[in-house]
């Protein structure tokens, strides 16, 4: 049987903006069904490595593979929610948006039919964010938006989820409701997970890895330790 690729493969990979250096020569090899945490002090490079796994930030030196794929042409099979973002039309419901930014990166694609509809019921079914999308997003708490973005991330059934501080705002239960979600999803689908958070340990108990960065180096070890 031919290898299954890593959801995501590091060799050697230096990350820097400028002359500021954040990761150095760092190698990785995360599984697909795999949920890792990643922490770190702020502004040590979680969201410059999240960007580089998307291809939004290049590698200075060294080779990043996502699925097997590089950074870009693994692109359609991630799934990604920044930390912060920007709310163009407050006024619109959540539906709205995730319709909108939908057709902005799958134009070309066949408009909001039926499939994409169910599609988008089920996605939010798993964020419990159904009654949040016929809102305006003005109208929704900091939580109830992460949780209808996050329902837009799992949209297209990523293969990896790319998560940047999902749980900010969101209330202890619905944090757990979240992490119970996304490690069934793994667990089930083999989709990997790799999500930024501050508070490790609340979601200790359901990741597999912690990967910690920490003095320019990636640190891998198990969520349970
Ligand atoms: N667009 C940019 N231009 C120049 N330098 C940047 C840029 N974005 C980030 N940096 C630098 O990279 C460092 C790491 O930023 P990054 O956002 O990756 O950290 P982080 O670990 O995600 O932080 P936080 O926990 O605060 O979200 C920053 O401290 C900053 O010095």
């Given amino acids: 049987m031919a290898d299954i690729p890593s959801a995501i493969l590091l060799d050697r990979v230096?990350?820097?903006?400028?002359?500021?250096?954040?990761?150095?020569?760092?190698?990785?090899?995360?599984?697909?069904?795999?949920?890792?945490?990643?922490a770190g002090a702020n502004g040590h490079g979680k969201t410059t490595l999240m960007r580089a796994l998307l291809g939004l930030h290049p590698a200075r030196e060294g080779r990043i593979a996502v699925l097997g794929r590089a950074p870009r042409a693994a692109r359609q099979l991630i799934g990604y929610m920044p930390q912060e973002r920007r709310l163009p039309a407050p006024q619109l419901t959540g539906r709205a948006l995730i319709a909108a930014s939908w057709h902005g990166t799958r134009f070309g694609l066949p408009g909001w039919g039926r499939g994409l509809a169910d599609d988008l019921k089920a996605?939010?079914?798993?964020?419990?964010?159904?009654?949040?999308?016929?809102?305006?997003?003005?109208?929704?708490?900091?939580?109830?938006?992460?949780?209808?973005?996050?329902?837009?991330?799992?949209?297209?059934?990523?293969?990896?989820?790319?998560?940047?501080?999902?749980?900010?705002g969101m209330d202890l239960h619905w944090?757990?409701?979240?992490?119970?979600?996304?490690?069934?999803?793994?667990?089930?689908?083999?989709?990997?997970?790799?999500?930024?958070?501050?508070?490790?340990?609340?979601?200790?108990?359901?990741?597999?890895?912690?990967?910690?960065?920490?003095?320019?180096?990636?640190e891998l070890s198990d969520a349970a330790l």
């Fill in 14 to 38: 230096t990350l820097s903006h400028g002359a500021r250096l954040l990761v150095e020569k760092a190698d990785l090899a995360l599984k697909p069904g795999s949920f890792t945490v990643l």
């Fill in 123 to 168: 996605a939010l079914s798993l964020t419990g964010a159904e009654a949040l999308a016929e809102q305006p997003l003005s109208q929704l708490s900091g939580g109830e938006r992460q949780r209808l973005f996050l329902a837009e991330a799992l949209l297209d059934k990523p293969a990896l989820l790319v998560l940047d501080e999902p749980l900010s």
């Fill in 175 to 218: 944090q757990q409701k979240i992490l119970t979600m996304l490690q069934a999803r793994c667990r089930e689908t083999g989709m990997a997970v790799l999500m930024s958070c501050h508070g490790l340990d609340i979601v200790r108990p359901f990741a597999d890895h912690l990967l910690q960065i920490s003095e320019h180096k990636l």
